[in-house]
């Protein structure tokens, strides 16, 4: 089974739309994140949520937020879709609290977005 | 700044053969780091993580070495496999809030 897994895998749409992109992680963990990988294959953290709170790279346009409909699932809404949002985005998931920050991000398999 | 350097950005080695990728960082305080490998188009999986007390972890073929005092690490593949080709990150964690700073990566070509 897969552990952290993401839909759809490839994203083609044009500017100015409105996508999501589904995440579900079957792990227990209690913490999930989003990261943009860009083309120069940099990973960026953009959001890290529990069902406690929300962090927020104060880099992410306000046009993405998180939607978490229960705690084994973390979507990623973007609205009003730009070139510059192409790249390919991953969800991961850990379970916090382990002494010395020593949990292990599990990564989904991305999701090529490309906006035309 | 917080800052996470790879080299080299890129190299091709010959299948059986060895090779040593560095991790330079500025992160502070230092908390621990990892190092993880990325098959195209797949997400990243963590191959070790290192703790400031430890020196040197393996995992199979693959050893990480800390030098906490110079803020190094690297990555040591013995014996390469064509299934070795891939992007290797560093990620180093800060201890005061937790963050993470990942890597450009180094990407690695085994040739037969």
């Known amino acids: 089974d897969t552990a952290v897994s993401q839909t759809p895998k490839y994203l083609v749409t044009q500017m100015g739309n409105d996508k999501s992109i589904k995440c579900e992680q079957n792990l227990g963990h209690d913490t999930m994140y989003w990261y943009k990988q860009d083309s120069k294959k940099f990973l960026k953290i953009m959001f890290s949520?529990?069902?406690?709170?929300?962090?927020i790279n104060e880099t992410v346009p306000n046009r993405f937020s998180p939607k978490s409909p229960d705690k084994a699932h973390l979507n990623l809404h973007i609205n009003s879709l730009e070139l510059g949002d192409s790249a390919v985005y991953f969800c991961a998931s850990s379970q916090v609290g382990l002494a010395g920050g020593t949990d292990t991000q599990y990564f989904g398999p991305g999701t090529r977005l490309t906006v035309l | 700044k917080n800052q996470v350097e790879q080299s080299p950005q890129s190299l091709i080695i010959l299948e059986g053969k060895n090779c040593t990728l560095q991790c330079n960082y500025t992160v502070s305080p230092f908390s621990n780091l990892r190092w993880y490998k990325q098959d195209t188009g797949r997400g990243p999986v963590s191959l070790t993580i290192m703790t400031f007390s430890e020196n040197t972890k393996s995992n199979g073929r693959y050893t990480a070495t800390l030098d906490a005092d110079t803020k190094q690490s690297s990555l040591h593949i013995t014996a390469s496999q064509l299934s070795d080709s891939a992007s290797y990150i560093c990620v180093v964690r800060k201890a005061a809030g937790n963050k993470l700073t990942f890597g450009g990566g180094t990407r690695v070509l085994v040739k037969p």
């Open positions: 949520y529990n069902n406690k709170e929300l962090i």
